[in-house]
Nanobody
Framework: QLQLVESGGGLVQAGGSLRLSCTASGQSFVNYRMGWFRQAPGKEREFVASIMWGGQGRSRHADSVQGRFTISRDNARKMTYLQMNSLKPEDTAVYYC????????????WGQGTQVIVSS
């Protein structure tokens, strides 16, 4: 089982940057695929980025953030990061960290979310 806590959200001007962090506690962090999702007011939650389990760190990013956001992980520290550059007002949302155990399709554990507001 994992517990996830996000941090690093805040208010930033368009064009600025933020780095979100997700701290995991529990066993076998290296065996989890980690993901970032976001939910804007009045919209459904959407996928942002994910990074595979193990040490290879294969990742993928949503088209809407490709080239601007980068997901990474530090297995030794049980941390997952989302570096967000060139932020746009449409990136405003609550951002959630999630974990999916090795081989599972769905995400098993979720954090409480961190708010990101991008002003124009």
């Amino acid at each position: 089982q994992l517990q996830l806590v996000e941090s690093g959200g805040g208010l930033v001007q368009a064009g600025g940057s933020l780095r979100l962090s997700c701290t995991a506690s529990g066993q076998s962090f290296v065996n989890y695929r980690m993901g970032w999702f976001r939910q804007a007011p009045g919209k459904e939650r959407e996928f942002v980025a994910s990074i595979m389990w193990g040490g290879q760190g294969r990742s993928r990013h949503a088209d809407s953030v490709q080239g601007r956001f980068t997901i990474s992980r530090d297995n030794a520290r049980k941390m997952t990061y989302l570096q967000m550059n060139s932020l746009k007002p449409e990136d405003t949302a609550v951002y959630y960290c999630a974990a999916s155990y090795h081989g599972n399709v769905d995400y098993d554990y979720w954090g409480q979310g961190t708010q990101v507001i991008v002003s124009s």
